[in-house]
């Protein structure tokens, strides 16, 4: 929609039900610390860092980048099996660039999760609502750094599984804050 429909807008009092789409957080772990630790400048430079390569990465893969939410990142994916693709680069990438650069590197944690979703205009940008995004955003905190959580609706997604041949997964059950009992998680095990 956000690409085929640019100067649409979808009405922001009755929204746009979306049958399926695959919502991805990014979280900058010890974020805090690292603008105790740098200023606020050197941080935000390598917050700057982090936005730019996620960007790059999302896109690639057919996907956009929703907002940012001070150094956290929500991105959509039309396919399942892209924003696993995408999380999986964002982490080369993040890789490439901390091997690359001396100090302090960029620690990131990813998060998603799919199902329906709600997609309004809100203050002229194309936003989204619904348990959805909330659940992608709680499958997300329960990432530690460097890894990738999942949902089971995603792990079990058409084309994911041949994705993620190569990377051990292990499966866990968590509560999901907002969420009735415990949900099955996938960690992706990078390396």
Do not use: W
């Not at 740098?38 to 907002?67: I, P, T, W």
């Not at 002229?124 to 959805?132: I, K, M, V």
């Amino acid at each position: 929609f956000r690409q085929l429909f640019r100067s649409e807008r979808v009405d922001e009092k009755e929204g746009l039900g979306i049958r399926q789409i695959t919502f991805l957080f990014t979280d900058l772990k010890g974020s805090t610390a690292m603008y105790e630790r740098l200023g606020d400048l050197n941080a935000y430079a390598l917050v700057r860092e982090h936005f730019a390569l996620v960007n790059a990465a999302v896109r690639q893969h057919s996907g956009a980048v929703v907002k940012t939410i001070g150094d956290a990142v929500m991105a959509v994916f039309s396919q399942p099996s892209d924003a696993i693709s995408a999380a999986l680069h964002i982490f080369e990438e993040i890789d490439r660039f901390n091997s690359d650069h001396d100090g302090p590197g960029i620690i990131l944690k990813i998060g998603a999760h799919c199902g329906p979703s709600i997609a309004v205009t809100l203050n002229d940008n194309l936003d989204y609502f619904g348990q959805t995004v909330n659940v992608a955003a709680r499958v997300q905190s329960l990432a530690e750094a460097g890894q990738i959580c999942i949902s089971e609706a995603l792990h079990s997604a058409p084309g994911v599984s041949e994705i993620l041949a190569g990377h051990r997964v292990v499966a866990f059950d968590a509560p999901l804050r907002g969420v009735e009992g415990d949900a099955t998680v996938y960690r992706i095990m990078r390396g």
